[in-house]
């Protein structure tokens, strides 16, 4: 396709000679919109020329075209006139319009700077080929309308024909489904989008980086894929409460119109959306309905699970905390953590033993995780290490994430498929509910089908190869697989359900598995539920961030940078303070800035920055109140 433009005039041109053999045709103003009347009705009609570069340099799809609406203010009156408006894209080289469902597309008038449509390239070149009109339809089940610019008094005279869910959208501010359109207009809400951001940051396992992928993704959804002229919004507005959103996750994955965004970006959707439906809902005070899933289930996208190696994504093991499974009935068996018996070693490695002080540290450090603790189960535990040999020995010398839940799938006779091996039950539940069947849902994972009949080169290490020759693929958090096989039920109306049990319930021979069941999608706690810190001071102020690690940048400034620096402090193994960081290390989001050239290091848990502010506390001898607290308290 060429990029010559066709003026406005030419346009109005072409569209008058396609329509001047009919005797009932009469144009009554204006160039681009012009008002027209066909058979006594009247239209609006505004063009925009299709080109190649309207939308490949974006996409990685060749077929696609993106034709822009902008927002004008001669549009306004139109919009709230009771005449249609067609929008028409206009293809020079077949000489062929597209169109779009004209209700909806009015509908979009001055909402934004410009929206987006999307045509297809082969619906075009098919449509002058044949001289006939060619419906493209999305997985969606929405329509884009490629005909020959001659064929234009056929379509304006049989709009219902091609368009007949003409009442299939509620127009934001009409009075039907009042809900609906107040769930949508705060769905695409450009300020709530914009709020979004801040509420990422409150989430201190959430790097800068992620943060900024997850409010990026959010916003080029909206103004881009999720948009009435190909439906994807259709997903959307069918449900009356934006907690119900969560179930539009998986079918909007599964559609044509994300590849408009980049592999990393569609790695983000689902944890993406689910988060900024979680914040919707916080901050419009709609009830969030309890789960009984606690959070460990949700894990950060780049923390995707292989059940088989205990690596990442990239194949990379995956650090883990080294003390949980030494951790029972709220008591700590055995010091598993490198950094505590290093902070213990000068204590209790040598001639003269301080017994006292090391149990004082091992309280500080653990007396949350592990409240049964006694002070003879400390002290069993100190005179328990080998100074020779103070760690456990690993299994298999990798260093594995220790998986807190597993899947259970209950079939409709009420037997079970629930192994050890979440990929394990992953795979026989798929296999339950037919395979061909699960395949036909056309559902994928780190844009691989979930059900392939061919091994993929990047995660073939990830699919499981069945007995019927199909690989399954299982790289993703089980998070993800208990959300897939929900909606997989669902979809294929065969009565299972889905629990995520505590692995510690998993040998249960009495174990009530209907506490565990899921009702909806998982959605993430909110960050109010979130720990936090807070300083109070003697003249009843305090500090107390959002980010844990904001608070702690505003402790150390208050302490005074110098003074801090010189107490020499360990962030672990490492130093907290640097007064240099490196080329890498200054790319990294983890390194923040205090002032006077230093930097401290936050790459740490709630629980360690709490310690690190409390020594500073006492060194310093600051009279602070330092507790931790429970979200905005």
């Not at 709020?195 to 980086?209: H, K, V």
């Not at 902070?343 to 090391?358: F, I, M, Q, V």
């Not at 807070?534 to 305090?542: G, K, L, N, P, Y």
């Amino acid at each position: 396709m060429n990029n010559e433009i066709t003026s406005r005039d030419s346009l109005k041109n072409l569209l008058c000679d396609a329509l001047n053999k009919k005797d009932s045709f009469r144009f009554i103003k204006g160039i681009n919109p012009c008002l027209i009347a066909l058979n006594g009705v009247d239209f609006w009609i505004y063009q925009k020329n299709i080109t190649s570069t309207a939308f490949t340099k974006r996409s990685a799809l060749s077929d696609v075209n993106r034709i822009q609406l902008p927002k004008r203010d001669i549009f306004q009156p139109i919009k709230d006139s009771d005449i249609a408006f067609i929008f028409l894209g206009y293809d020079k080289d077949h000489d062929v319009y597209v169109t779009w469902n004209p209700y909806t597309t009015k509908q979009r008038l001055n909402i934004t700077k410009n929206v987006s449509f999307y045509s297809r390239r082969n619906a075009q070149k098919l449509a002058s080929e044949t001289g006939t009109f060619q419906q493209v339809y999305q997985t969606n089940g929405s329509a884009i309308l490629a005909f020959p610019r001659t064929r234009l008094a056929d379509y304006l005279l049989n709009i219902a024909d091609y368009f007949p869910e003409m009442t299939e959208y509620v127009a934001v501010g009409s009075k039907r489904r009042k809900a609906a359109n107040e769930a949508y207009k705060s769905f695409v809400d450009s300020k709530n989008i914009k709020d979004f951001l801040p509420y990422l940051r409150s989430y201190d396992q959430l790097t800068e980086e992620q943060s900024l992928k997850y409010f990026k993704v959010i916003k080029k959804l909206i103004s881009e894929v999720i948009t009435p002229e190909i439906s994807c919004r259709k997903m959307f507005i069918k449900y009356d409460s934006i907690e119900d959103y969560t179930k539009a996750i998986v079918p909007l994955i599964n559609t044509s119109e994300i590849d408009i965004l980049s592999p990393e970006e569609k790695e983000c959707i689902e944890p993406a959306l689910i988060a900024y439906i979680s914040f919707l809902r916080y901050s419009s005070n709609e009830p969030i309905t309890d789960c009984t899933i606690p959070e460990d289930l949700y894990m950060n996208e780049e923390e995707v699970e292989d059940e088989e190696d205990g690596s990442d994504v990239n194949g990379n093991p995956v650090i883990v905390d080294p003390d949980k499974k030494y951790i029972k009935n709220g008591k700590l068996l055995k010091i598993a953590n490198p950094d505590i018996i290093e902070t213990l070693r000068p204590l209790l490695d040598t001639e003269y033993k301080n017994s006292l002080g090391a149990i004082n540290i091992l309280y500080d450090h653990y007396n949350e995780k592990c409240p049964n603790m006694e002070l003879r189960d400390w002290k069993k535990l100190i005179d328990n290490i080998d100074w020779k040999n103070p760690l456990p020995v690993k299994d298999d010398g990798k260093d594995k994430r220790q998986k807190q839940y597993v899947i259970a799938t209950i079939l409709p006779d009420g037997s079970r498929i629930m192994y050890r091996n979440v990929a394990q039950t992953f795979i026989e539940s798929i296999e339950a509910m037919g395979i061909e069947k699960f395949k036909s849902l056309e559902l994928s994972s780190a844009n691989v089908p979930i059900v392939s009949e061919y091994p993929d080169a990047k995660y073939d290490f990830a699919q499981h190869v069945t007995d019927s020759g199909y690989y399954i693929m299982t790289n993703m958090t089980t998070f993800q697989k208990v959300n897939i096989l929900y909606y997989a039920a669902n979809q294929l109306k065969v009565n299972f359900e889905v629990a995520a049990i505590p692995l510690s319930h998993f040998k249960d021979a009495d174990l009530d598995i209907e506490r565990y069941i899921v009702k909806e999608p998982l959605i993430p706690r909110t960050p109010s539920n979130r720990q936090k810190i807070r300083i109070s001071f003697f003249d009843d102020t305090f500090i107390q961030e959002n980010q844990v690690s904001s608070t702690l940048v505003k402790a150390v400034q208050l302490a005074g940078v110098r003074k801090v620096f010189d107490l020499n402090l360990k962030n672990g193994k490492k130093p907290f303070m640097l007064n240099h960081l490196s080329e890498e290390e200054l790319k990294m989001t983890k390194f923040k800035s205090v002032g006077d050239g230093l930097w401290i290091d936050t790459n740490s848990d709630t629980e360690s920055k709490f310690n690190i502010l409390k020594e500073i506390n006492e060194k310093l001898n600051l009279g602070w109140y330092i507790e931790k607290v429970e979200g905005n308290i």
